[in-house]
DNA sequence: CTAATTATTTGAATTTTATTCAATAAGATA
DNA sequence: TATCTTATTGAATAAAATTCAAATAATTAG
């Protein structure tokens, strides 16, 4: 038996998606070539940077959340920026932002489970230039990318 | 003429997309039935929520995004889980999440600009049983929703 | 352990959808 | 107004998803 569907959320997680074309003219009552036309024309635009697949993430053992506070020391590896998208590069870290206020950058987390989540912290995040770090564990995800779960 | 795109970009905010089983096929070098049997096999048990659009904020006018992180006062309309499922409806949240430590409570938004938010936050968050509101304004946006910016 | 049952893989045929193209219309510009 | 650009749309084509049936693999029951 081939195990499929790690590759597949692997693969819908960032992309691999498409408009549905048809569906969308059947409900806007509009003739598909015209949902084609200003579809291509969003995509062209860059304003649409992708499709994807939203999960159920309990159901993809991805069952942990949390949103995670950083500071950063001000001399050494200076650039929050640069060490954001860095971070971004990880599959595990769903969004990096720079922030205001007490904290420089928050990032959003999803492991397995909180060991997982100790380990991702321990050799991600923890690291030269990092000086403090709070995490908010999500105890119940309501919403999530625009859709509720 | 007809404002398609606006119309568009609401609908593909939540859904309205679908993989692209032709191309994650040849992608895993697998015929695009087995693909297809398996991604249905996800979806029916639920694993996928949604397929849907990443947009880049900035170019539909949704530049302005802040974490809020929200206090209740624990006598007045009591349940933060309803409160979460009640914010969670308005399109401008991205994410609604219970959380553990000095808050109760933490939301995504996103607005055309800094006013726009004030007008959010005056009409939407605040409310009864909300005591505290924190935000934190993202001044860069790396990453979201697993896509790069 | 073996038989029976259930789940998965796959190619061929069919249906549906996306895409291209060309003509027209609408809007913008000079 | 005349000209150029952008948007809409139907018809034709190309591509993709879906269905179906058969074969294979995995699991369960006896």
């Given at each position: 038996?081939?195990?499929?569907?790690?590759?597949?959320?692997?693969?819908?997680?960032?992309?691999?998606?498409?408009?549905?074309?048809?569906?969308?003219?059947?409900?806007?009552?509009?003739?598909?070539?015209?949902?084609?036309?200003?579809?291509?024309?969003?995509?062209?635009?860059?304003?649409?940077?992708?499709?994807?697949?939203?999960?159920?993430?309990?159901?993809?053992?991805?069952?942990?959340?949390?949103?995670?506070?950083?500071?950063?020391?001000?001399?050494?590896?200076?650039?929050?920026?640069?060490?954001?998208?860095?971070?971004?590069?990880?599959?595990?870290?769903?969004?990096?932002?720079?922030?205001?206020?007490?904290?420089?950058?928050?990032?959003?987390?999803?492991?397995?489970?909180?060991?997982?989540?100790?380990?991702?912290?321990?050799?991600?995040i923890?690291?030269?230039?990092?000086?403090?770090?709070t995490t908010?564990?999500?105890?119940?995800?309501?919403?999530?990318?625009?859709?509720?779960?």
């Amino acid at each position: 038996m081939k195990d499929i569907s790690q590759k597949l959320i692997g693969l819908l997680h960032r992309g691999y998606a498409t408009p549905q074309i048809a569906r969308i003219a059947k409900r806007l009552k509009e003739p598909s070539t015209t949902i084609h036309y200003n579809i291509k024309k969003l995509e062209n635009e860059g304003q649409v940077k992708a499709y994807k697949a939203v999960f159920d993430y309990k159901k993809i053992e991805q069952g942990f959340c949390a949103y995670v506070l950083l500071n950063f020391s001000p001399d050494e590896y200076g650039d929050p920026e640069r060490i954001g998208r860095e971070l971004a590069k990880y599959e595990e870290i769903e969004s990096v932002d720079i922030i205001t206020g007490d904290w420089e950058m928050v990032i959003k987390v999803r492991a397995n489970d909180q060991d997982a989540y100790y380990e991702f912290v321990k050799s991600v995040i923890s690291r030269k230039g990092v000086s403090k770090i709070t995490t908010l564990m999500s105890l119940k995800q309501i919403k999530t990318e625009f859709v509720e779960l």
